[in-house]
């Protein structure tokens, strides 16, 4: 009898427990969304997700440190509010995690703005126009729809270029990886024919002599940074903050130094700021 | 919480499950029989064969399991299944056979001098005399390698292999509810492991009673 009363205890218990453990974390995530500028001022530090797995955008340096254009483009953002600037790391599987249990405060990664993610996040203008095309090796076919099987296409879980290779390449073999050195890595080795990624992040792999090079182009991407939803103060911010800096040139000296051009596209409209950019 | 998401997700789920199934099984034979061998090699009494099994248990272990996975994918260019297969078994096979080797000591040394006494030549000893009684007083930390292996199987997703931890990562990054997909992989995962605890509990009772 008493053992009948133990077990029953200790599942009520067990049920219980996982019932506050539930609520807390329903809860949790709900405050995560506040005003997310007077957060950071007060807390004086911008939790920013910048990507790792993406040079020259996002890369870990030889000394453990987060580097490339993202979290310079980061420290800038941070610096125009006089707040000290955390790097946090994403991949495109962790980005809209992170951001919604309130890990991160926004993203500068190579976040592509599309209807499914706008249900769950919110999206700054465009702050880079970058392309995408697929790495392959030299003297292949510079055509993507000549990728479809036996021929195999990777990219990362989670990345919208799966859906571009659908479209593209005519029932597509597609292999993920977790992370783009990944798969680039495979396709030196043979295991898959290209690697669908980002025209900025590709300068990373295709270099001369690399024995690499880019297919034709699938499609011009934009990417925004993202931050979380019905938090209108914040992305204004961002926004803003954005076109400052494209104006006083520090987005063009940021972008020279980690691409090695200038910027080939203009922010906001191909012609102008936002009218009341200061 | 959107529960209905895993329904939606069912066929994926099913696949990924026969995926993991899939991999674990082979790992299990895998590393029982890598394990066995390397266990078996250590009680030859020879100093070159016990320093080259110590050698391989002591690199073998500790090297992640990640890491094997990956060697074998990129370096060695073994296909993505069999390099997740092989890295796995490598891995729990160091393990296994620590396991099984105190299973041999755990037996008295007398019952194999009384067999010696009595006849038996050494093999007969090792197959006849030893070995049945390790499966029987190896089996229960047998069986936590064993669920090791259900955990571990979700390295293979780091080489694409569409297994059920990275079904359930897609889930995540398609519908943005990881809540749900966590909370159902961890239940999946959970059943597995009970499913070989208790069926390693049976096999245990079964060869007791005979």
């Known amino acids: 009898m008493t053992g009948h009363f133990n077990r029953r205890t200790a599942l009520g218990l067990g049920v219980g427990l996982s019932t506050a453990v539930g609520t807390a974390a329903t809860a949790w995530a709900q405050t995560a969304v506040a005003d997310t500028l007077a957060k950071v001022k007060a807390a004086g530090t911008m939790l920013a997700g910048v990507r790792n797995d993406c040079p020259p955008i996002g890369s870990i340096d030889t000394g453990g440190k987060p580097v490339g254009f993202g979290p310079d483009l980061a420290e800038a953002f941070g610096r125009r509010l006089g707040v000290k600037t955390e790097f946090i790391p994403t991949t495109s599987r962790t980005r809209i995690p992170l951001l919604q249990n309130g890990s991160i405060d926004c993203e500068f990664g190579i976040t592509t703005p599309t209807v499914e993610r706008e249900k769950t996040v919110d999206f700054s203008i465009p702050y880079v126009w970058d392309a995408v095309a697929i790495i392959i090796k030299e003297g292949a076919s510079r055509k993507v729809a000549d990728y479809a099987p036996p021929k195999k296409v990777a ?8 859906d571009l290779f659908k479209q593209y390449i005519a029932n597509p073999d597609i292999v993920l990886f977790q992370e783009y050195p990944d798969a680039v890595q495979a396709l030196r080795n043979g295991k898959v024919d290209g690697v669908g990624i980002n025209r900025a992040s590709s300068v990373a792999y295709v270099r001369k002599d690399s024995g690499l090079q880019m297919s034709e182009d699938m499609v011009r991407d934009p990417w925004a940074i993202m931050v979380r939803p019905n938090d209108s103060n914040w992305r204004n911010w961002i926004n803003h903050t954005l076109q400052e800096l494209w104006k006083d040139g520090t987005y063009k000296m940021l972008w020279e130094k980690h691409m090695g051009e200038a910027p080939d596209f203009h922010m906001f409209s191909p012609y102008m700021l936002q009218p009341g950019i200061k | 919480m959107r529960w209905w998401v895993i329904w939606d997700y069912r066929e994926a789920l099913w ?34 064969i016990e320093r080259a099994v110590q050698a391989y248990v002591e690199v073998i272990r500790n090297i992640p399991s990640v890491v094997k996975v990956f060697f074998l994918y990129f370096v060695a260019g073994l296909d993505a299944l069999p390099a997740a297969v092989l890295g796995l078994s490598l891995h729990q096979s160091s393990y296994i056979s620590d396991v099984l080797d105190s299973g041999f000591r755990s037996i008295p040394r007398e019952q194999s001098e009384a067999a010696w006494a009595c006849g038996h030549d050494r093999r007969q000893i090792f197959l006849h005399v030893l070995l049945p009684q390790v499966a029987v007083i190896t089996l229960p930390p047998l069986a936590s390698q064993f669920i090791e292996i259900v955990k571990n199987s979700a390295a293979a997703m780091l080489l694409g292999i569409k297994e059920l931890t990275f079904q359930t990562q897609n889930i995540d990054v398609e519908t943005f509810r990881g809540f749900e997909a966590a909370t159902a992989v961890t239940l999946i995962y ?4 009970l499913l070989i605890a208790g069926t390693m509990i049976l096999l245990e009772r079964r060869i007791k009673w005979r």
Do not use: D, N
Request: charged share 5%; net charge neutral.
């Open chain 1, 155 to 162: 990219t990362t879980q989670g990345s919208y270029i799966i």
């Open chain 2, 190 to 193: 959970l059943s597995l492991a």
């Open chain 2, 15 to 48: 696949s990924g499950l026969q995926l993991t199934v899939e991999i674990t099984l082979l790992t299990m034979i895998g590393s029982l029989l890598l394990g066995t061998l390397v266990a078996c090699l250590r009680q030859l009494p020879s100093f070159f």
